[in-house]
């Protein structure tokens, strides 16, 4: 089923964090967003729209739903080994310009603890990792900065084996509590040597429930013009609500209201795929001042959502293009090996929403290959068919406890 007006959720659920009360927990000072960090959200949120819009742009017709917050973390590891332009086209892509990579750091580590102890009774968690193919040489400055900052776990393995990719496979899965069980499918390419992956896990429950008995099957009109049936969720109670000529919006809360649910519904003839590629977010925080205390009578459908994409495309188009060229690229800052470039962006998200709440997860994998082989050594021969010398020795002190001279293997 086609459920365009629910897109927003993720957005919505980060966005939305700056409009209510933090609760008891406010006074713990980890709960507490900086102005730095509220800059950093501003510009993921900015970020996160265009490409919406830009995904909206090839994905018309179609079910879109994806984490700003997962790719904007995810990008936010890879600033750490982008050098020279590449770094600068980076951070004018996600909004970052201007300010130093100590305080993008500084500022996805407050936003990250935040949002992962805001809401007791809403759980969302965060969590990087980082994996890089067994014998590259990776700085130890790019691993630490992101262990201090983003808290990522990293890894070498060895990318030749199956083993490999069920071992990523795994991480995921458990970080998404289940709902995203892979982000690699078959072997990983020999060019690859790294994979920088956020994965993220929502649950919230409605601050109103919907009563199950109340839900129905209903008609719902797709953006093709076909009608298919629902399961419509019905409740009557007072929401931040906000209607007009063009649109209505709504805003469902979770818990203790930090998070919640904002839904968009544009008015009927409004075409949702034109309505998407005009949306802004001056326009969203324009629609968010807007809302106010309402009783509403609602129909809302239940829905669970599986996306997967390469963001590849849209994010070159976005201006990150030169992260992306083998011949242009610099993330030097990773390794000093030379040739390394953004060979694909991953993203695979899930969504279910009912009468109790709303489960999302998502996983951004951002793969990092290089243009020079390592070079296949020289084989040597060597045939040991005449006599020989050999030694037994300690190799730091340089003591030599044996040493021998074979004239025949068979002699005793």
């Given at each position: 089923?086609k ?35 509220k800059?950093v ?12 819009t830009?995904?909206?742009n090839?994905e ?21 080994g982008?050098?020279g332009a ?21 500022a996805?580590?407050n936003?990250s ?14 969590a990087n ?15 630490n ?10 890894d070498?393995?060895d990318?030749?084996l199956?083993s ?23 072997n ?8 920088l ?12 429930k919907f ?5 129905k ?22 929401y ?10 709504i ?8 998070f919640?649910?904002t ?11 034109q ?5 802004t977010q ?13 009783k ?12 997967s ?6 994010l070159?188009a ?11 690229a610099?993330?030097?800052?990773i390794?000093?090996?030379?040739g ?13 929403v009912d009468e ?12 990092v ?5 390592p ?9 040991i ?8 020795r300690?190799h ?9 001279k074979i ?6």
């Amino acid at each position: 089923m086609k459920y365009y007006g629910m897109i927003f959720v993720l957005l919505a659920i980060f966005a939305s964090c700056k409009q209510n009360p933090a609760g008891p927990a406010a006074d713990n000072p980890i709960n507490r967003i900086t102005p730095l960090a509220k800059s950093v959200i501003d510009a993921d949120n900015s970020f996160g729209f265009k490409l919406f819009t830009q995904i909206n742009n090839t994905e018309t017709g179609k079910n879109v739903f994806i984490s700003p917050f997962s790719v904007s973390m995810a990008f936010g590891m890879l600033l750490n080994g982008a050098n020279g332009a590449t770094l600068d086209s980076l951070e004018r892509a996600l909004g970052d310009a201007g300010m130093s990579l100590d305080d993008i750091n500084n500022a996805y580590q407050n936003s990250s603890a935040f949002l992962t102890t805001l809401d007791a009774h809403v759980t969302f968690q965060n969590a990087n990792s980082i994996w890089y193919r067994d014998g590259f040489p990776v700085l130890p400055n790019f691993l630490n900065v992101n262990k201090n900052y983003f808290d990522a776990e990293v890894d070498s393995l060895d990318f030749d084996l199956p083993s490999a990719v069920q071992t990523i496979n795994n991480w995921v899965n458990t970080k998404t509590n289940r709902k995203i069980p892979t982000i690699l499918d078959g072997n990983i390419p020999s060019n690859i040597v790294m994979y920088l992956i956020n994965a993220i896990y929502f649950k919230g429950t409605w601050t109103y429930k919907f009563d199950s008995s109340g839900t129905k099957d209903a008609p719902f009109s797709c953006a093709d013009g076909s009608i298919t049936t629902c399961k419509l969720m019905s409740q009557e109670d007072t929401y931040a609500y906000y209607g007009d000529n063009s649109l209505q919006a709504i805003d469902l809360p979770y818990g203790d209201r930090s998070f919640s649910m904002t839904v968009i519904l544009p008015a009927a003839g409004i075409s949702i795929d034109q309505f998407t590629s005009a949306l802004t977010q001056v326009q969203w925080n324009a629609i968010i001042n807007k809302l106010d205390s309402a009783k509403v009578d609602l129909y809302i459908p239940k829905f669970t959502l599986n996306y997967s994409k390469s963001l590849s495309s849209e994010l070159k188009a976005l201006g990150m293009g030169i992260a992306f060229d083998p011949l242009r690229a610099d993330l030097s800052h990773i390794s000093s090996k030379v040739g390394l470039f953004v060979s694909d962006v991953l993203h695979k998200t899930y969504v279910d929403v009912d009468e109790e709440g709303t489960e999302a997860a998502a996983v951004t994998a951002i793969s990092v290959g290089t243009t020079v082989y390592p070079e296949k050594p020289e084989i040597k021969f060597m045939r040991i068919d005449h006599p020989f010398i050999f030694v037994i020795r300690e190799h730091q002190s340089g003591t030599i406890l044996f040493i021998g001279k074979i004239v025949n293997p068979v002699a005793s």
